[in-house]
């Protein structure tokens, strides 16, 4: 069983950068897939981004369109802990911030439904 704990959402202005955090308990952490999705209210869970497990050093990375270019996704073992930044953030990132853990699969996935468990989230709003 793994516990995920997001943290770092705020209210941010347009163009401002956000460094999301996932906090997971328990043992074995690096042999996750984490992956991060966001849910806007009134629409769907949307993908933004996952990395697979494994030392940072030597994991893969995949990111939605929506993100590509202007976030980075990073994990630090150590503290069991996985990073998404987000820079250059627009109104349209507002939503609850999800982090979810990945047992399976060589490759991390951005389709929420290869993954095991969930953090409660974290609501990032962007407003000026």
């Known amino acids: 069983q793994v516990q995920l704990v997001e943290s770092g959402g705020a209210l941010v202005q347009p163009g401002e950068s956000l460094k999301l955090s996932c906090t997971a308990s328990?043992?074995?952490?690096?042999?996750?897939?984490i992956g991060w999705f966001r849910q806007a209210p009134g629409k769907e869970r949307e993908r933004v981004s996952c990395?697979?497990?494994?030392?940072?050093?030597?994991?893969?990375?995949d990111y939605a369109k929506s993100v590509k270019g202007r976030s980075t996704i990073s994990r630090d073992n150590a503290k069991n802990t996985v990073y998404l930044q987000i820079d250059s953030l627009k109104p349209d990132d507002t939503a609850i911030y999800f982090c979810?853990?990945?047992?399976?699969?060589?490759?991390?996935?951005?389709?929420?439904?290869?993954?095991?468990?969930w953090g409660q989230g974290t609501q990032v709003t962007v407003s000026s």
């Open positions: 328990g043992s074995h952490f690096d042999f996750y897939n």
């Open positions: 990395i697979s497990s494994g030392d940072d050093r030597d994991t893969t990375t």
């Open positions: 979810a853990a990945q047992i399976d699969g060589y490759y991390c996935s951005l389709d929420s439904d290869k993954y095991d468990y």
